[in-house]
């Protein structure tokens, strides 16, 4: 039986608002540049270029907070760089910070009519995420903390995904075994291979319907994941493809 329920954080329940691509415009029109917005997108193309390369290489920068910012912030230099704007360096730290605060992030509208109806399943849920220390303050200003436990981010943790301790420090909090768990992200090396790392059921949430033939379930949008639970998919310990 499924006790827990724990969730990836961005791309799974939390999305940039109203895009980064209007937060950088903002920032820039603070500081009375105009750029065309077909330059910053090219521009956040190629930071994005970037994080997955860092990613690839290596991704123990998720495990400080000073790491993370460092990335953060020259992922964003980058961006406005390329889209033609100085000073890159400072705007690119500017643009880390906006993304701290809580109205820069919206839940996606699937995240609450699921999480209430998995609380009223009595299902225990919290966050396990790769994310800077400011991750449970902007859970809890979007709302989220009447419904989860704990929230974990790496960098506060010291542990990243996909390793095993990380998800082993949300066992603990819940205080259930690795098959009474499922974990649910939208990063195969992160969230199901770290959530299987650790004797986890994981589930693919992919938004953009393009995964095809992977070995574990995938759905998606959020809501298909309470008639996922109800059909016992995971009660015998097999995973199912949806």
Known sequence: MIKAVFFDAGNT????????????????????LRVDPEAVRRGLLTA???????????????????????M?????????????VEPAVELGRELYEEFGKGDRW????????????LHGMGLRMGIVSNWD?????????????????FVISSANLGRIKPE????????????????EAIHVGDHYYADVLGARSAGIHPVLLDRTGRTE????????????????????????????RR
Do not use: K
């Not at 270029?49 to 123990?60: H, K, P, S, V």
């Not at 953060?72 to 033609?84: D, F, I, N, V």
């Not at 200003?141 to 009447?146: A, K």
């Open 13 to 32: 329940l939390l999305q940039p608002h109203p895009s980064v691509e209007e937060v950088c415009a903002e920032i820039l029109a603070a500081h009375g």
């Open 48 to 70: 994005d270029l970037y994080y997955e390369e860092r990613y690839r290489e290596d991704d123990t920068f998720w495990a400080s907070e000073g790491d993370a910012a460092a």
């Open 72 to 84: 953060w912030s020259e992922m964003y230099a980058l961006a406005m760089r390329e889209a033609g």
């Open 106 to 117: 919206a839940l996606y509208p699937d995240v609450l009519p699921v999480v209430e109806e």
């Open 133 to 149: 220390v400011r991750l449970p303050g902007l859970c809890h200003h979007l709302g989220l903390s009447r419904y989860l436990e």
């Open 164 to 179: 095993a301790s990380i998800f082993q420090a949300a066992l603990d909090r819940v205080g259930v075994r690795p098959d």
């Open 213 to 240: 033939n992977l070995d574990c379930p995938v759905i998606s949008s959020l809501s298909e994941l309470p008639p996922l639970l109800l059909a016992g998919v995971f009660g015998d310990g097999e995973e199912g």
